[in-house]
Nanobody
Framework: QVQLVESGGELVQFGGSLRLSCAASERTFSAYTMAWFRQAPGKEREFVATITFSGSFTYYADSVKGRFTISRDNAKNTMYLQMNSLKPGDTAVYYC????????????????????WGQGTQVTVSS
């Protein structure tokens, strides 16, 4: 079973940038579809972005398009989320997720599509 550990979350100011990392224990990391989700207080966990095995295709939630970039380095078993132009509405716990399947971008935006989850890292954007 793959283990996922997020890091990089911290307090940043409005308009600032931050890069999150997700390190995987699985040495066959390149075979996994990866994704980022987030959950704000009082809200449901929501999709942020996903990336295919090779990184050739990415899919983003409308709320982060043009501001966030998902990427992966399979040689390092690590996925990243570069976040720019941060807003207070981006404040949430950010979770890394993984699965071996790919069912298309929209379906991979569902929490039920992923078998493995990290513990989350807190991102807080001040006004």
């Amino acid at each position: 079973q793959v283990q996922l550990v997020e890091s990089g979350g911290e307090l940043v100011q409005f308009g600032g940038s931050l890069r999150l990392s997700c390190a995987a224990s699985e040495r066959t990391f390149s075979a996994y579809t990866m994704a980022w989700f987030r959950q704000a207080p009082g809200k449901e966990r929501e999709f942020v972005a996903t990336i295919t095995f090779s990184g050739s295709f990415t899919y983003y939630a409308d709320s982060v398009k043009g501001r966030f970039t998902i990427s992966r380095d399979n040689a390092k078993n690590t996925m990243y989320l570069q976040m720019n132009s941060l807003k207070p509405g981006d404040t949430a716990v950010y979770y890394c997720a993984a699965d071996t399947a790919w069912r298309g971008g929209p379906k991979m935006g569902l929490t039920s599509a992923y078998a493995y989850w990290g513990q989350g890292t807190q991102v807080t954007v001040s006004s």
